[in-house]
């Protein structure tokens, strides 16, 4: 899986509350993503394009277990690259089939609107607007399956170890 695409950046300690605020929690899966980050930056999923990078700080992702990967994959974003994600979220990303990638010093590396290419297989994070090149934290290979795949649902239906969905 290789991206290439704008970055949006977004700094230390991203909590699942400001992706998918509780006023979106209980709407269809369909409708959550316009609520996304709406508390810290309003207006945000507006200006986002299909394909787009969000590039993190530390701990992104830490609080409860609510899907908010799904809602950023759903708004169209292509993957998340963060220094650290926090590891419910990570595994969040894996079951929705988000790709993302911790890779240290990521946001040292980026200014916002900067053109980042991500490749997961080579576990390898260029700034082609600055000309930087880091190495991520390579995905397992089995969690990577399960991206690929679609996601852990898809997964299951495909095994016939869960009905499809109607």
Sequence with gaps: MKF??????FGDNINTDLILPIQAFYLPAAE???????????????QVKPGDI????????M??????ARSLKNLGLAC????????????????FAFPA???PGVPEAFDE???AEVDFEASVVRNVTRIVTLEGRRMPSKLMDLVKAGGIYPL????GLIAPKP
């Design 4 to 9: 290439k695409a704008r970055v949006w950046k």
């Design 32 to 46: 959550q993503p316009r609520y996304v980050f709406h508390a810290n930056r309003p207006g945000w999923v507006d």
């Design 54 to 61: 969000v590039i993190g700080g530390r701990n992104f992702g």
């Design 63 to 68: 609080g409860s277990s609510r899907p908010a």
């Design 80 to 95: 998340l690259v963060a220094h650290s994600i926090n590891g419910l979220f990570f595994r969040n990303c894996v079951n």
């Design 101 to 103: 990638i911790e890779c």
């Design 113 to 115: 609107g900067d053109v």
């Design 156 to 159: 299951l239906e495909k095994e």
